[in-house]
């Protein structure tokens, strides 16, 4: 369930991003921009480990 449960704080976390970054984009601070396309980065990469791990293999994390 870790990966599962990681996936998941990720995308919550990149949905409110996105939603804050097209709410007040003109107000973004580059922090805010950095935070933004790592969350994303961490995200892809998940997805990645998603499909070549075994489901089962949870420890291999």
């Known amino acids: 369930m870790k990966i599962i449960d990681y996936y998941s704080i990720f995308e919550y976390l990149n949905n409110f991003l996105l939603t804050v970054e097209l709410q007040s984009y003109r107000n973004w601070s580059n922090f805010g921009k950095y935070l933004l396309n790592s969350c994303l980065i961490i995200n892809i990469q998940i997805v990645n480990c998603n ?4 489901p089962t293999d ?4």
């Open 51 to 54: 499909n070549f791990l075994d």
């Open 58 to 61: 949870y420890h291999q994390l």
